[in-house]
């Protein structure tokens, strides 16, 4: 018999689980010291609120879900479709938002974690069913939100085991003010942005063919490409007046913004930082600053988020200044080995003890606040205590219906 | 514009959140003193596995998930669809154990929390996605797991906020017998145990009456009367010899577990515990001992399970023993107001407060572990306050540019 489970989604044991859970707790603790309250929304959305333009290429990955009552096929596939399993947390969120904000605090510190599903093509490490980790500051205008979740999320991932990121920050803003002064028109510089995302894999190289092949101008790509490189590696100091030198279209305001973010990041003690012009980030609704950690032992970044001033607008019908910070938690855990052994005592009982006895010694043992399980006894005794102890436990107690053995760490010999 | 969740679903507050999390919390930590380890399995499940029979009438409410890469409507419905969400945690769990059985402990102790969801007609305190608390223990044929799992559900619940549940027990071996004795044949006995469970709604009167117009004859259901009535409210000492009497065809093994469960029961000092010879639970999977919770605050049971002894075998091809026990989460969260209060402090800053300074009297305040939010003054300033202390907080900071106040706690008045 097949007891898989469904194509492209995983069982998780129970090892799996306690290094997540354990991961979840460390990382909640430290939200939870920052304000941030864990909201829950369904599963299940409308299909017209998922397939709204909010998801980009998402939405070609939504499981779709059939109207319930129906006696025969539909006449079109839509007509089939009321319902879809959520692809992100951000959709759900807007929706949450305009449903509840009149009860909610202002600003609003949202926290959720919970599943996810996309319908991709199965690869290794990559699920189709996963977690999402998100925290997002709703109604709070000034850099204070970016430089917060950056602060929040580093000290959490630290707390969850993966001290050392390293944050890189741009802003949409200066890379449409790049793009402009390139002279692409807006329409285009969604492709303009798709070709710099792929620098750190392609070099330089690379990236002016594919400029060159999107119709720009020899001598634009490599303006471009000079200032992209006057402006890494840049110190604090230095960023104001390199951006406005580098990119003269580039609003006052939109330096301003990144010069109050990093000056709060430099003052966030060990923080390791940098402004990094390829930046780009996959969404198509972010409106200001975006950022992402990355951490030495992880090719891809380990968490990412930007801000989204006209999301919410959509869904509540005014403007709500927003910004989120996502934690890749799939990613974070294959990074992380195990949890800490917990102390763990089998209670290895004979078949022929009477179930209140074999309880009683458990009960007592427990009292003191103890992980206790009973175990029948079986088969070879040093084989069965081989596999105790792979199980996890840490030390046995042998019961007969005569006697009670003294407690033993596992992993010593057993001559009974 | 419409934010509403799916019809039949709901969003989850920060303060219902807090509520339920601390529950779970609870539970959890009693049940991993008890070895049960927590697992997950994925929302989506083969359809053929969901409609396999195991799920009784919820199998009439699951909804269905088309399949993927459609392009015109198919010619049948069975056909549009291969997935489906789990409308419980049993059939996930029966599966999860034949796929991963060789890596597991003997006997396995599972715990699972998660969302399922239903199809059912919305109504009051019913929603279609909610969540199920279960642990079972694999693999233990003795009814040590019985009243393992009677014990530690208690004193989870009790851990919750939920004390003094009484524990109602039975066995459908016994149901069967007392069917078998009054003349009804196997394949009828579900519309007898049907009626039966309708007692405490409709008394005797309308169980009789109902009893009659299955076809049995007056002087039959006056015996099953008798029986059940001599049966109800014994103490330990007499149930043996009562059960004998009253059912002449039951098994002496019956009767054995059912002294040994009750003593063990005896054995776990403040619980009350009674024979419930009127008990039935819905699933067609149980084959012996079945128990429930009852709660004096709550109408119906708030918790219940049983032992399932042939329904791993659906899965794994060989028989397995099994028992598990489900806690009603949504009903027991109902019971509960709400998490106790925490200390949490706002950080009330002026628009014209630079971000680095706001956030490092945030800083200063989070490193003793408290926590703390930062907060745009806006508005009276007392009636902001008043916002923030019904938001949750419990005392305050005011930052202006120039000057930072001392704490004070909100409830206190404020004249600056």
Same mark, same amino acid.
């Given at each position: 018999m097949d007891n898989s489970p469904a194509r492209g989604t995983r069982d998780l044991l129970p090892a799996t689980v306690a290094v997540r859970d354990h991961v979840l707790a460390r990382i909640t603790e430290v939200y939870h010291r920052y304000g941030y309250q864990r909201i829950e929304t369904p599963a299940i959305e409308d299909i017209n609120r998922l397939t709204g333009g909010q998801g980009g290429e998402n939405e070609k990955l939504i499981y779709k879900i059939l109207?319930?009552?129906?006696?025969?096929?539909? $006449?079109? #596939?839509? =007509? @089939?479709?009321?319902?879809? /399993?959520?692809?992100?947390?951000?959709?759900?969120?807007?929706?949450?938002?305009?449903?509840?904000?009149?009860?909610?605090?202002?600003?609003?510190?949202?926290?959720?974690?919970?599943?996810?599903?996309?319908?991709?093509?199965?690869?290794?490490?990559?699920?189709?069913?996963?977690?999402?980790?998100?925290?997002?500051?709703?109604?709070?205008?000034?850099?204070?939100?970016? $430089?917060? #979740?950056? =602060? @929040?999320?580093?000290?959490? /991932?630290?707390?969850?085991?993966?001290?050392g990121v390293t944050v890189r920050l741009s802003d949409r803003r200066f890379l449409s003010a790049l793009a402009e002064g390139a002279g692409i028109a807006p329409e285009a510089q969604g492709g303009f942005f798709i070709t710099l995302d792929k620098l750190d894999k392609v070099g330089w190289d690379g990236v002016r063919k594919e400029f060159v092949s999107r119709g720009m101008a020899e001598e634009t790509v490599e303006g471009v490409q000079?200032?992209?490189?006057?402006?890494?590696?840049?110190?604090?100091?230095?960023?104001?007046?390199?951006?406005?030198?580098?990119?003269?279209?580039?609003?006052?305001?939109?330096?301003?913004?990144?010069?109050?973010?990093?000056?709060?990041?430099?003052?966030?003690?060990?923080?390791?930082?940098?402004?990094?012009?390829?930046?780009?980030?996959?969404?198509?609704?972010?409106?200001?600053?975006?950022?992402?950690?990355?951490?030495?032992?992880?090719?891809?970044?380990?968490a990412g988020g930007g801000r989204y001033d006209k999301l919410i607008g959509r869904s509540l019908g005014r403007d709500v200044p927003a910004c989120g910070f996502s934690i890749g938690f799939e990613r974070i855990v294959d990074l992380l080995d195990s949890a800490p052994q917990a102390d763990a005592v089998a209670v290895l009982h004979e078949a022929d003890v009477p179930v209140a006895q074999v309880m009683q010694v458990a009960r007592e043992l427990r009292a003191a606040g103890r992980q206790v399980t009973t175990i029948k006894r079986r088969g070879k005794f040093g084989a069965q205590l081989g596999r105790v102890q792979e199980w996890g436990y840490t030390s046995f107690v042998h019961v007969k219906s005569d006697s009670i053995a003294d407690e033993r760490p596992l992993g010593a010999r057993e001559t009974s």
């Amino acid at each position: 018999m097949d007891n898989s489970p469904a194509r492209g989604t995983r069982d998780l044991l129970p090892a799996t689980v306690a290094v997540r859970d354990h991961v979840l707790a460390r990382i909640t603790e430290v939200y939870h010291r920052y304000g941030y309250q864990r909201i829950e929304t369904p599963a299940i959305e409308d299909i017209n609120r998922l397939t709204g333009g909010q998801g980009g290429e998402n939405e070609k990955l939504i499981y779709k879900i059939l109207r319930r009552g129906l006696t025969e096929p539909p $006449a079109t #596939l839509d =007509e @089939a479709v009321d319902l879809g /399993l959520r692809f992100d947390l951000t959709v759900p969120l807007t929706r949450f938002y305009g449903n509840n904000q009149a009860v909610l605090p202002l600003p609003f510190r949202s926290f959720q974690f919970g599943p996810v599903w996309r319908a991709e093509k199965p690869q290794k490490g990559r699920y189709r069913q996963f977690n999402q980790c998100d925290i997002d500051l709703i109604g709070e205008e000034t850099v204070l939100a970016e $430089a917060e #979740l950056i =602060e @929040a999320t580093t000290e959490a /991932l630290a707390a969850a085991g993966i001290p050392g990121v390293t944050v890189r920050l741009s802003d949409r803003r200066f890379l449409s003010a790049l793009a402009e002064g390139a002279g692409i028109a807006p329409e285009a510089q969604g492709g303009f942005f798709i070709t710099l995302d792929k620098l750190d894999k392609v070099g330089w190289d690379g990236v002016r063919k594919e400029f060159v092949s999107r119709g720009m101008a020899e001598e634009t790509v490599e303006g471009v490409q000079q200032a992209i490189t006057a402006l890494q590696g840049l110190d604090q100091a230095k960023l104001a007046d390199t951006l406005a030198d580098a990119v003269p279209g580039l609003a006052a305001d939109v330096i301003a913004d990144l010069v109050a973010t990093t000056g709060a990041l430099a003052g966030m003690g060990e923080l390791s930082w940098e402004f990094d012009p390829t930046l780009v980030r996959g969404m198509g609704y972010y409106t200001g600053q975006i950022f992402e950690l990355s951490h030495p032992e992880s090719a891809s970044s380990v968490a990412g988020g930007g801000r989204y001033d006209k999301l919410i607008g959509r869904s509540l019908g005014r403007d709500v200044p927003a910004c989120g910070f996502s934690i890749g938690f799939e990613r974070i855990v294959d990074l992380l080995d195990s949890a800490p052994q917990a102390d763990a005592v089998a209670v290895l009982h004979e078949a022929d003890v009477p179930v209140a006895q074999v309880m009683q010694v458990a009960r007592e043992l427990r009292a003191a606040g103890r992980q206790v399980t009973t175990i029948k006894r079986r088969g070879k005794f040093g084989a069965q205590l081989g596999r105790v102890q792979e199980w996890g436990y840490t030390s046995f107690v042998h019961v007969k219906s005569d006697s009670i053995a003294d407690e033993r760490p596992l992993g010593a010999r057993e001559t009974s």
